[in-house]
């Protein structure tokens, strides 16, 4: 998605916008060469998170240093899910879930990387447009809902999944270096989700949008994990077999082995 | 020692995860109960998705009772007639905790079902536990023996259509009796993940009004079988039995439960169960804080 220049599309459009090229050097949009240290994070024993470097370059179209201060922001997110938030209330002296609202789509991981703070870089329409921060994910309610229970929910949902480690927002996170590279690292914690991810890296300058590209990462089960994970899901009834057989033979086993002792 | 739990979709401490199934061992090999009540709670505070608990805990406990099951069949300890009614009953029971499992899941009630639960049994159980111990242990100091319990079934049972003879329990009911109390105990294995070994002993000796020598024994019969069965259902409905996790579990709880059947060898018996009562008593009065005090986490995320 090249964001910020939908109109050199037209031939006129291109004439003209090579023109102003021409006649104000420098306020061309750049080109964003982004990369990610790994394209598959595997899943597999022993895992317990995966630290991802998202790094790359600006450009000026000629393929020259930028010369330019721009602000990155790096945007990675992990496969949407529909879910039921509930919410506990205290009712005749406990906290029961109560009351409760269906999200459409909730990104199961999402982490902004700026090399600023966001509120610095671009205005709140801005942001909202392109969503650059967890105050502008948007969760799509499901049904008619007031805007202040909605605001409620949202807040609560975002809040539980930043200190679970799978939101995050880390103003200063990207780092600089002259004018022409960034790199930012985001970890994803051990209870991620398999699938894919999306890192949407956005070049900002004066507020405005001006590049943006996105890579993809795959998130998946290997080996051991990734056979387990399809047995259990497809093999219901191979699997619950093997699991009893294995808890009989094990309790049989030590009973063998204790009466040796 | 990182190990990552495929289903849980989580990574824990392998250590702790067989600290834990030791611990819950120890308990079922000295006191005949599963220790599942121990074990769900447990891991659901460690953070493992409750339903991913309650599934794997069950496999947990089936270890566990094989070989005090084995143990007792070897000197005759076990009633098959009431055991295969029982397990029958625990059978259906599962069946129905899968469908009800089901719905307090969609209503987003099941946890406050199970805290609840463990709340009034463990509370319940562990009460009238502690009070007999105690009696027993006073009796024992002051050299005054306690009256003799008469052996005989609840009037309620008397009262149920239909009599089979039971020549090891040594009792003459209807089927219908522990049919329904092994339904009910089916019901709680599938929805809390737990044996129910201490609902189960205690309903035999005072409800049906079992010959002592034969109750724990065939509690362990059923327990073996009806774990085996809440296993099985989970795999099929729920898909949360970890495997992993499982063995884990198992590792700890098989040599756990060894340990423990030679330390309740020596010890007394009316201090072994005034232990137990405390233990139950105490997850039972943590869990009616939990649902007293307001949670860390008011908001739960469910896939729908």
């Given amino acids: ?261 | 020692m990182d190990v990552y739990l495929p289903i849980a979709n989580l990574s824990v401490n392998g250590l702790v995860i067989v600290a834990l199934g030791a611990l819950t061992g120890l308990l079922s090999g000295m006191f005949g109960v599963g220790g599942g009540f121990l074990t769900t709670p447990l891991l659901i505070f460690y953070g493992v998705p409750p339903t991913v608990a309650a599934a794997s805990a069950a496999s947990q406990v089936t270890g566990a009772s094989v070989s005090g099951a084995f143990a007792h069949a070897r000197r005759g300890g076990i009633d098959y007639h009431i055991g295969a009614v029982l397990v029958a009953g625990g059978v259906i029971g599962t069946g129905m905790g899968a469908v009800l499992f089901r719905l307090l899941q969609a209503l987003g009630q099941i946890d406050t079902v199970i805290n609840v639960l463990y709340v009034l049994m463990l509370g319940g159980i562990g009460g009238l536990m502690a009070q007999e111990s105690i009696a027993a242990l006073r009796a024992q100091k002051s050299g005054v023996p306690l009256p003799a319990r008469k052996r005989r079934h609840h009037p309620l049972v008397a009262s149920l259509p239909l009599r089979w003879r039971f020549y090891r329990s040594g009792l003459y009911i209807s089927p219908l009796a522990p049919l329904l109390l092994g339904i009910a105990t089916g019901i709680l294995t599938m929805l809390m993940g737990i044996g129910g070994g201490f609902i189960l002993v205690p309903a035999m000796l005072y409800i049906l009004g079992m010959s002592v020598n034969v109750v724990v024994g065939t509690s362990l019969f059923q327990i073996l079988f009806v774990t085996m069965a809440t296993t099985m259902m989970h795999a099929l409905t729920t898909r949360a039995v970890d495997i992993v996790l499982a063995v884990l579990l198992l590792v700890g709880s098989v040599t756990g439960a060894q340990v423990g059947a030679q330390f309740a060898q020596k010890a007394k018996p009316e201090h072994l169960r005034l232990l137990l009562a405390g233990i139950v008593l105490l997850v039972a009065m943590r869990m009616a804080l939990g649902l007293g005090y307001r949670p860390d986490e008011i908001y739960s995320v469910v896939p729908l």
């Fill in chain 1, 1 to 261: 998605m090249s964001a910020a220049a939908p109109r050199w599309r037209t031939g006129a459009g291109r004439v003209l916008a090579l023109l102003c090229c021409i006649l104000l050097l420098g306020a061309r949009d750049p080109i964003l060469v982004p990369e990610i240290s790994q394209h598959e994070v595997q899943v597999r024993q022993g895992f317990t998170g995966a630290d991802l470097l998202l790094f790359g370059a600006i450009l000026t179209p000629e393929g020259n240093r930028a010369a330019q201060d721009y602000d990155i922001v790096v945007v990675l997110e992990g496969p949407v899910q529909s879910i039921v938030l509930r919410e506990k209330q205290k009712i005749a002296g406990m906290w029961i879930n109560a009351d409760s609202l269906e999200f459409r789509s909730v990104p199961s991981y999402f982490a902004v990387a700026s090399s600023r703070p966001i509120a610095e870089i671009v205005d709140d329409k801005t942001a909202a447009i392109y969503e650059l921060g967890l105050k502008w994910l948007q969760l799509s309610p499901i049904g008619v809902i007031e805007p202040k229970e909605q605001a409620r929910f949202s807040a609560g949902l975002v809040d539980l999944m930043r200190r679970q480690g799978l939101y995050r927002e880390e103003e200063g996170g990207v780092k600089m270096s002259g004018q022409v590279l960034y790199q930012a690292r985001i970890s994803l914690p051990s209870s991620v989700q398999t699938g894919t991810y999306t890192a949407e890296t956005f070049a900002i300058s004066k507020g405005k949008v001006v590049a943006s590209e996105i890579t993809r990462v795959e998130v998946r089960k290997v080996g051991f994990e990734r056979f387990v994970a399809v047995q259990a899901d497809q093999n219901g009834w191979f699997y619950g077999l093997f699991a009893v057989l294995v808890s009989v033979a094990m309790g049989w086993l030590a009973g063998r082995l204790f009466a040796l002792v």
